[in-house]
């Protein structure tokens, strides 16, 4: 089966991504052993690294908007903005959040949060994202 973006889309016609402004998804994370500061080496503290904190906002932008991609398109992180507010320890339930806030052409810009049970920000942030041909990219970008 031929995706949407193998067309070449002669004649200015716009792709439909069905994606909605205000969009809303809510995950909930444990925090892992292989997320804290220690494992990845970002630091000596035991708690979850900045670096596990993007990743999980990144999987809740991503499991937030591409069941609503057309067959064949993708979008890939153009850039990742966030403060990282509490520690949070193995074990841990926290709570991931994302906001799909607008819409420009083919970029995505998200609003999210990593909220512990208590309500504290853990994280917050502000995400972009950019939609893609997935063949016609990775095809560009091989080595």
């Known amino acids: ?3 949407d973006c193998d067309k070449k889309h002669k004649g200015g016609h716009p792709v ?3 994606l909605s402004v205000g969009s809303q998804i809510e995950k909930d994370i444990i925090v892992q052993k292989s997320d804290l500061a220690t494992s990845l080496k970002t630091g000596q503290v035991p708690f979850i690294s900045t670096a596990a904190i993007i990743v999980y906002m ?3 932008c991503v499991e937030l908007i591409h069941p ?3 067959i064949g398109y993708d979008t ?3 850039e990742m903005n966030v403060r990282h507010l509490h520690p949070a320890q193995a074990g841990e339930t926290l ?3 994302a906001h799909l806030k607008f819409l420009e052409d083919k970029k995505l810009f998200f609003d999210v949060a990593m909220l512990n049970k208590k309500g504290e920000s853990i994280g ?3 995400h972009e994202r950019y939609i893609v ?3 016609s990219f990775v095809e560009k970008h091989k080595g």
């Open 1 to 3: 089966m031929k995706s």
């Open 16 to 18: 439909n991504y069905n």
């Open 58 to 60: 990144e999987q809740c």
């Open 68 to 70: 609503s991609l057309p």
């Open 76 to 78: 890939v992180s153009t």
């Open 95 to 97: 709570i991931c959040r």
């Open 124 to 126: 917050i942030g502000a």
């Open 133 to 135: 041909c997935h063949k």
